[in-house]
Antibody, heavy 126, light 108 residues
């Protein structure tokens, strides 16, 4: 059974850096086709994909947030860390991490986020 | 802004069928995922690429696609199906991921 849990500050000030940790069990990020994604949802708004790190350390970032995001993994601790710099009140959201499994169709890989953490609400305010 | 556009909120009578759609330019609709999201809970994957259903997801959930449009159908909607539903797939570059705008489904 795959489980994930997000942890980090609930309140950050504008311009500060947010560091979130995703602790997981039930899979290894050294296994082919596995990944961990970060997704967020501002209050009353839609889900937004932020970043994804794969078993082979390939990393993908949302183009609109690329300059502010860093995603890393620690396979020995079964953790993935997301860092977002220069936080702003518009970044107030529930942040989720999710297990990603890659499927191959027609020679290309497609990821599905098949297990999610419960999410953590991060408020950006002075 | 999202590259995947979904329907406005819809309602369905208990036991009836509802179909919601997701469309976008250069959208490989057959490779869409669909997620069910209820307030205060973690999203749940209900359909993954090639219109497959994960184990544990009821058979009343099905996916289909045509051109640049993916669809999610709930056949015989139950009260517990009331939720927001999001599609997701790679973006037009094929390098990143994107979620749709979401559709709220209300079961009457």
């Amino acid at each position: 059974q795959i489980t994930l849990k997000e942890s980090g500050p609930t309140l950050v000030k504008p311009t500060q850096t947010l560091t979130l940790t995703c602790s997981f069990s039930g899979f290894s990020l050294t296994t082919s086709r596995m990944g961990v994604a970060w997704i967020r949802q501002p209050p009353g708004k839609a889900l937004e994909w932020l970043a994804l790190i794969y078993w082979d350390d390939d990393k993908r970032y949302s183009p609109s947030l690329n300059s502010r995001l860093t995603i890393t993994k620690d396979t020995s601790k079964n953790q993935v860390v997301l860092t977002m710099i220069n936080m702003d009140p518009v970044d107030t959201a529930t942040y989720y991490c999710a297990h990603s499994l890659m499927y191959y169709f027609d020679g290309s890989g497609y990821d599905s986020f098949d297990s999610w953490g419960q999410g953590t609400l991060v408020t950006v305010s002075s | 802004s999202s590259e995947l556009t979904q329907d406005p909120p819809v309602s369905v009578a208990l036991g009836q069928t509802v179909t919601i759609t997701c469309q976008g330019d250069n959208f490989r609709s057959s490779y869409a995922n669909w997620y069910q999201h209820k307030p205060g809970q973690a999203p749940i994957l209900v359909i993954y690429p090639k219109n497959n259903r994960p184990s544990g997801i009821p058979a009343r959930f099905s996916g289909s696609n045509s051109g640049n449009t993916a669809s999610l159908t709930i056949t015989g909607a139950q009260a517990e199906d009331e939720a927001d539903y999001y599609c997701n797939s790679r973006d037009s570059s094929g390098t990143h991921y994107v979620f749709g705008t979401g559709t709220k489904v209300t079961v009457l």
